[in-house]
């Protein structure tokens, strides 16, 4: 269910939206993905420490167990600093972002 990616770097680069809101929807392909405030829809990656769970409605849950997202979860982008998901570092890109784990070095 979740596109994953492995560690990664995450370039400063601008973005044009606001805030993100993940969509879920298992007859979906994919069947995660972002939603900005601009109407774009973007690719959603996951380090692998991050489970989806079939529950109704679907949860997507942390290395800890812990719930970070489910469909309407809203992501904000704040100036000049990347947001986080539940306390994980979000990667923004302009087609995609990738939720991580760890913070990038």
Do not use: H
Request: proline fraction near 8%; charged fraction near 20%.
């Amino acid at each position: 269910m979740l596109t994953r990616t492995g560690s990664i770097g995450c370039d400063a680069i601008g973005v044009d939206y606001k805030s993100a809101t993940i969509k879920i929807d298992a007859a979906a392909d994919p069947d995660v993905w972002a939603e900005t405030d601009a109407g774009k829809k973007l690719a959603v990656s996951w380090t692998d420490g991050f489970t989806a769970t079939d529950a109704s409605p679907p949860v997507i849950t942390g290395p800890k167990g812990e719930e970070v997202a489910r469909d309407g979860t809203t992501i904000t982008v704040p100036a000049a600093a990347n947001p986080r998901l539940a306390g994980y570092f979000v990667c923004l890109g302009p087609d995609a972002l990738s939720v991580l784990e760890t913070d990038p070095q």
